[in-house]
C-alpha cells in the first residue's frame, strides 16, 4: 500500500530544547550590536528601536525581526530607482528622514563616489575595512547593507553555537533525550508515512538525527549527515519541485549551512550551495539585487525580517515554498510545532488547506497557546471563511489536550520536550 505523507511545520519553539536561542535573546542582542550613531555610544539598532517605541510600538511589537525590517525599509529609500541616472528611490521623492544625520557616521574612502568605492565605519576610520562597491550602491544604501550583514552574522553566530555539525566535530545534542524520543517518534510515523520536514529554523538538527537513524532525508541538496569540508554542493531545483515520494528537510526560511555565491562572475545570477558548518555573512560578497524594480533586496543565506515573501522567489525557497504548498493540500494532516502564526506567507498555505481539503487536520504542538491567544488568532485569521460564534468551538477537552471544529484542529498545550515523552 502506497504511503500516505505527514507534513510538519517547525518553529523557534521546536529547537530550544537543543539549545535554540529565544526570540527576547535575539532582540536583545540586535539591539546591542553593529555599529554606533554619530558622535553616541547608541546602536543604530537601539536607535531605531527607539523611533518605534516613540511612535507607539509597544515593547511586545517589537523584536530582532522588526528592527532588521527597519535596516531594510531604509535600504529601499536609500536606493537608487535608476542607477545609471542617479534617480532617487520613490520613497525618498515623497519623504525626508528626519534622523539621517544620526545614522549615517560613515565616510567615503579617498572621497569620491565611484564605481568600486569604499566606505570607512566611523567616518575617517582607515582600520575598518569595506568592500568595494560594484552595483551602484548609493553611500548610505552601502553603509546599511553592512550593517545587515554584520546583524545577520550576529544571528548566525547564534545557531552555529547550538547546531554546528561537522565529521569530527558537532555541537548538536545527539545524544539527549530529546533528540532520542525525536528520532523514536519519527521512526514510529515513519513505518507508514513519507516525512515531510518543513522548518523556520536555521539549522538541519532535525536532517542530522534521522540520518543517524537511518532514515534517509533529503533536503535539497544531495548530502547525508553531515558536509565534507571545502565541498560546496549545488541545490537539486528538479528533484525539489518533482519528488514528492521521498523523505524531506526543507529550510523555507534558509539556512546558516548554505552560502550565497556569484557563480558568474556578475551580480545576476548569483545561486545558494550546501556547505560545511555554519557560514557568516560578514565572509562573503554583498549581493543584493532589485526583485521588485526600485526595491533593492539583500540575497543572504537565511531571509528574516518583513520581506520574506519578496526573498523567497529566488531559488530554491521558491521550489521549497511550492513542495510545502503541494504537500499540505495533498496530504490529510498538518504538525505545527513551536510557531507563532507570524508569517503571512505560510498562514496563506494554511487558508488555502482549510478552505479546500475538507479531512484536513492540523495537530498543534504548543505550551504558550491560550497565552498568546492563539485560538482567537486562528478564528479571526486562519478561519477566516469558518461561520459560528467569536470563538472556536471546543469539541473536547483533557489535560494539555483541546479538540476544535470536531477534531479538525487538535491542540497540545505542551513543550515540544513534553510532547515526544508520550
Not at 178 to 200: G, P, Q
Not at 201 to 210: C, P, S
Request: glycine share 6%.
Amino acid at each position: 500500500m502506497e504511503k500516505k505523507k505527514a507534513v510538519f511545520l517547525f518553529g523557534a519553539g521546536a529547537v530550544l530544547d537543543w539549545g535554540a536561542p529565544s526570540t527576547s535573546h535575539l532582540t536583545e542582542l540586535i539591539r546591542t550590536s553593529g555599529y554606533k550613531i554619530k558622535g553616541g555610544e547608541v546602536t543604530v539598532t537601539e536607535f531605531l528601536y527607539s523611533k518605534l517605541r516613540e511612535n507607539d510600538y509597544s515593547e511586545k511589537e517589537i523584536n530582532f525581526e522588526t528592527i532588521l525590517n527597519a535596516i531594510e525599509e531604509l535600504i529601499v529609500y536609500y536606493s537608487s530607482n535608476n542607477s545609471e541616472v542617479k534617480q532617487p528611490s520613490i520613497l525618498k521623492c515623497l519623504f525626508d528622514c528626519n534622523f539621517e544625520d544620526k545614522i549615517f557616521d560613515f565616510s567615503i574612502k579617498g572621497g569620491e563616489e565611484k564605481n568600486g568605492y569604499s566606505i570607512e565605519v566611523p567616518s575617517g576610520n582607515k582600520n575598518f575595512i569595506s568592500q568595494n562597491s560594484y552595483s551602484k550602491e548609493t553611500p548610505q544604501q552601502f553603509f546599511l547593507l553592512h550593517l545587515m550583514q554584520e546583524l545577520l552574522s550576529v544571528i548566525s553566530n547564534e545557531v552555529i553555537e547550538y547546531a554546528y555539525h561537522g565529521k569530527e566535530h558537532s555541537k548538536v545534542k545527539l545524544d539527549s533525550q530529546h533528540s532520542y524520543n525525536f528520532t523514536r517518534w519519527m521512526s514510529h510515523i515513519e513505518k507508514d508515512h513519507i516525512l515531510r520536514l518543513y522548518t523556520l529554523n536555521y539549522d538541519r538538527i532535525f536532517k542530522i538525527l534521522l540520518e543517524r537513524e537511518g532514515i534517509e532525508v533529503f533536503e535539497g541538496f544531495e548530502a547525508r549527515e553531515y558536509v565534507p569540508y571545502n565541498i560546496s554542493i549545488k541545490s537539486e531545483i528538479p528533484k525539489i519541485l518533482s519528488d514528492s515520494k521521498s523523505n524531506v528537510h526543507y529550510n523555507l526560511h534558509g539556512s546558516i549551512h548554505w552560502e550565497v555565491l556569484d557563480t558568474y562572475n556578475g551580480f545576476k545570477s548569483p545561486d545558494i550551495f550546501l556547505t560545511t558548518g555554519g557560514h557568516l555573512q560578514l565572509n562573503d560578497m554583498a549581493l543584493f539585487e532589485q526583485i521588485e524594480k526600485g526595491k533593492a533586496t539583500i540575497l543572504s543565506n537565511i531571509i528574516t525580517g518583513y520581506h520574506k515573501v519578496q526573498k523567497s522567489i529566488l531559488s530554491p525557497f521558491r521550489q521549497m515554498y511550492s513542495s510545502f504548498d503541494r504537500d499540505c493540500i495533498l496530504s490529510d494532516r498538518i504538525y505545527i510545532v513551536g510557531y507563532s502564526f507570524g508569517d503571512e506567507h505560510i498562514n496563506q498555505i494554511l487558508k488555502t488547506v482549510l478552505r479546500c481539503n475538507k479531512n484536513f487536520q492540523i495537530v498543534i504542538i504548543d505550551p504558550d497557546f491560550f497565552n498568546n491567544r492563539m485560538d482567537r488568532y486562528l478564528y479571526m485569521n486562519i478561519l477566516p471563511h469558518y461561520k459560528g460564534p467569536w470563538s472556536l468551538p471546543i469539541s473536547d477537552v483533557t489535560s494539555n489536550y483541546f479538540k476544535y471544529l470536531d477534531g479538525k484542529i487538535k491542540v497540545h498545550t505542551l513543550k515540544f520536550n513534553e510532547f515526544l515523552r508520550f
